[in-house]
């Protein structure tokens, strides 16, 4: 069955995108990601946002929950024990052994949830390897390509962790029908590293991750004065440039 995908931005309850196939009403969307997605720990509650925003538009989210990986906390020792012996890592979930692990979990969950769209938030592996009949959206702020040598997880890994990283990803991209990134940047990426036909990308800015939306008049009634109040919210205070937004407070 072909599917004609709509797809906007959707900005009320803290929703990230709005993403159905033409002729199902009260589609049921299967939420699969590196971790549990109805989770608000996973991945800064991304996911979790993502279902919420969702459910209004006629969806029924059904969320598969964590995900079983075989090789996961045995690569996280092996990389504790190179970190220390040699200086080489390996980044858990980054493996086609783990990729495997996460696509046997994943396909019996979706036999299980019966789903009319398979949607994965994050993490190429989980995607790689999965077989399904369904239409697959798929949603990252980011390549693997894009990724090494900057995120600290990804940083100093080994040559063939690093081959089996970019195999993983060009395999989820191929496997996916719609391609949802946040920023040209990533999609870019996704064209010019990976060869993602085009005609399948979106770029949807992700919404921000909170329950309940401050109204638009409330924020421009708001007094204000001379001062300058700025918030700063993150959980990796190095990684989310928490140095820098100190310094631009103080400057």
């Not at 709509?6 to 995108?17: A, C, P």
């Not at 996911?47 to 090789?71: D, Q, V, Y």
């Not at 949802?180 to 010019?192: G, I």
């Not at 085009?198 to 924020?219: D, H, M, T």
Request: charged share 20%; net charge positive; glycine share 6%.
């Amino acid at each position: 069955m072909a599917y004609d995908w709509t797809v906007g931005v959707v900005t009320s309850s803290g929703g990230l995108f709005l993403a159905h196939a033409t002729g199902l009403s009260a589609a049921r969307i299967a939420m699969l990601g590196s971790g549990d997605t109805s989770d608000l720990l996973t991945w800064s509650g991304t996911p979790f946002h993502m279902a919420r925003a969702l459910a209004p538009h006629a969806m029924e989210i059904r969320h598969a929950g964590a995900l079983a990986s075989g090789g996961h906390h045995r690569l996280d020792r092996a990389k504790q024990f190179w970190r220390r012996l040699r200086g080489i890592r390996f980044a858990p979930l980054h493996t086609d052994q783990d990729a495997l692990a996460l696509a046997e979990s994943a396909n019996r969950k979706i036999a299980e949830l019966a789903p009319d769209v398979v949607f994965v938030a994050g993490g190429s592996s989980v995607l790689a390897r999965l077989r399904t009949k369904k239409p697959v959206v798929y949603t990252s702020d980011t390549t693997a390509r894009l990724m090494f040598d900057y995120h600290p997880s990804f940083a100093d890994l080994s040559r063939r962790v690093r081959n089996q990283q970019h195999e993983l990803e060009q395999a989820a991209i191929d496997r996916a029908d719609l391609l949802l990134y946040p920023t040209r940047w990533a999609a870019r990426s996704a064209t010019e590293h990976y060869g993602a036909n085009e005609a399948k990308i979106v770029v949807a800015p992700y919404g921000a991750n909170l329950s309940v939306l401050p109204s638009r008049e409330s924020v421009l009634k708001r007094d204000t004065n001379n001062t300058c109040e700025l918030l700063f919210v993150a959980t990796n205070w190095p990684l989310k440039g928490g140095p820098i937004a100190l310094d631009a407070a103080w400057t």
